[in-house]
């Protein structure tokens, strides 16, 4: 049974940073695709970041290019999300999805493995 598990969410001032992290158990990390999305009180569940296991590339959310970045590190088994000059906007539950695909898509019905979420909050 695959696994994710979430850590590095807490309180930040606007302007500030944050890493997200992201373990994951139970498959080979290096043939998984790997994705970041975000749900707001009330919202949907909205596309943050996706990275491709095979080459396929990096994709981010308008929102959050040029600020955020995924990154994975194969022998730990563990995708980040890094975070910068953080706005109120992107206060947010975050989680990771994992697909075997090679593509980095974007829309949540796409992954099927995800994590529990790990609370982000950005004050003004």
């Known amino acids: 049974q695959v696994q994710l598990v979430e850590s590095g969410g807490g309180l930040v001032q606007a302007g500030g940073s944050l890493k997200l992290s992201c373990v994951v158990s139970?498959?080979?990390?290096?043939?998984?695709?790997m994705g970041w999305f975000r749900q707001g009180p009330g919202k949907e569940r909205d596309f943050v970041a996706s990275?491709?296991?095979?080459?396929?590339?990096?994709r981010y959310a308008d929102s959050v290019s040029g600020r955020f970045t995924i990154s994975r590190d194969n022998d730990k088994n563990t995708v980040y999300l890094q975070m910068s000059s953080l706005k109120p906007e992107d206060t947010a539950v975050y989680y990771c999805?994992?697909?075997?695909?090679?593509?980095?898509?974007?829309?949540?019905?796409?992954?099927?493995?995800w994590g529990q979420g790990t609370q982000v909050t950005v004050s003004s």
């Open positions: 990275d491709s296991w095979g080459g396929g590339g990096r």
């Open positions: 139970g498959r080979t990390f290096r043939t998984y695709t």
């Open positions: 999805a994992g697909r075997s695909g090679l593509l980095a898509a974007t829309r949540p019905d796409e992954y099927a493995s």
